[in-house]
């Protein structure tokens, strides 16, 4: 998984699309995000609301961040 992660980690625009797209915008409001409403108004509500979902994917969103860094340097 991780291999997987740093060979994706070259091309620097689609790493922070991805960041902005799983660790970012779901967990907020944002003009991206897309779902039917009314039916998962709530949904959407709980998972910007779920403060401990939110560090978890912090902790995972860090992780992300680490190997691109990391993997950045090592291409240098």
Same mark, same amino acid.
């Given at each position: 998984? %991780? !291999?997987?992660?740093? =060979?994706?980690?070259? $091309?620097? =625009? %689609?790493?922070? %699309?991805? *960041?902005?797209?799983?660790f970012? +915008?779901? !967990?907020?409001? &944002?003009?991206? $995000?897309?779902?039917? &409403?009314? #039916? %998962? @108004?709530? @949904?959407? *509500?709980a /998972?910007? *609301? +779920? $403060?401990?979902?939110?560090? =978890? /994917?912090? *902790?995972?969103?860090?992780?992300?961040c680490?190997?691109?860094?990391? #993997? &950045?340097? #090592?291409?240098?």
């Open positions: 998984m %991780l !291999y997987a992660v740093a =060979e994706f980690c070259g $091309n620097v =625009e %689609l790493s922070r %699309l991805t *960041e902005q797209v799983v970012s +915008d779901p !967990y907020k409001i &944002s003009q991206y $995000n897309r779902w039917t &409403s009314p #039916h %998962l @108004d709530r @949904d959407a *509500e /998972v910007r *609301e +779920d $403060n401990i979902l939110k560090l =978890e /994917v912090a *902790e995972l969103k860090s992780m992300y680490f190997i691109f860094v990391a #993997h &950045s340097f #090592h291409k240098m």
